[in-house]
């Protein structure tokens, strides 16, 4: 397996096109793992406290139309 720096040295010399499919590629990945985190998070209930929230302030007429 090669190591980052390796890798690294190999990203600085690609095209630019290839560069970019590739800093596109790593970010689909990054934002699929964070849809999966929060998934995860709203099954468990973690995010509960932001509906409570959410309900608490319009109960009190504080929430604001977008």
């Known amino acids: 397996m090669k190591t980052v720096k390796e890798i690294q040295l190999e990203i600085e010399m690609l095209p630019r096109k290839e560069y970019m499919k590739l800093v596109h590629w790593f970010s689909e990945r990054d934002w699929e ?13 973690k995010l509960d406290f932001l509906i409570d929230e959410a309900v608490r302030e319009k109960k009190n007429e504080k929430l604001k139309s977008l």
């Open 33 to 45: 793992a964070w849809d999966s985190e929060i998934e995860e998070d709203i099954q468990s209930g």
